[in-house]
């Protein structure tokens, strides 16, 4: 269906920035929903921040509000996740989505995971305090 390239994954100090890059492809050149999720050992996977089909609109879990910022370049059907004052709990591998089931609107945001049918491999964040 949808294969989804992240990369930008690293590690870092406490306070220090990261920014990933997740390159959406599919035979139909098709743009989607997108989002990034993260995913720390033991726990399950939840919301970073997702943005629309057009990219107009995004939202974030509380914990990044502030701190991350999600953009998305329509034309290279990319999304980014721009990580600042990053800290040891933001350690997790990120996993980049894209929604290719019917949406209901182009500005139209999906905050949950299984909202998603689509996942990249995943690319490791290491912070250390």
């Known amino acids: 269906q949808v294969h989804l390239e992240e990369s930008g994954g690293g590690s870092v100090q406490a306070g220090g920035s990261l920014t990933l890059s997740c390159v959406a492809s599919?035979?139909?050149?098709?743009?989607?929903?997108m989002g990034w999720f993260r995913q720390a050992p033991g726990k399950a996977r939840e919301l970073v921040a997702v943005?629309?089909?057009?990219?107009?609109?995004?939202d974030y879990a509380d914990s990044v509000k502030g701190r991350f910022t999600i953009s998305k370049d329509y034309v290279k059907n990319t999304i980014y996740l721009q990580m600042n004052t990053l800290k040891p709990e933001d350690t997790a591998i990120y996993y980049c989505?894209?929604?290719?089931?019917?949406?209901?609107?182009?500005?139209?945001?999906?905050?949950?995971?299984?909202?998603?049918?689509?996942w990249g491999q995943g690319t490791q964040v290491t912070v250390s305090s």
């Open positions: 989505a894209a929604r290719s089931e019917l949406a209901a609107g182009s500005g139209n945001i999906y905050r949950s995971v299984s909202s998603y049918n689509n």
């Open positions: 599919s035979r139909t050149d098709s743009r989607y929903p």
């Open positions: 943005i629309s089909l057009s990219g107009g609109n995004s």
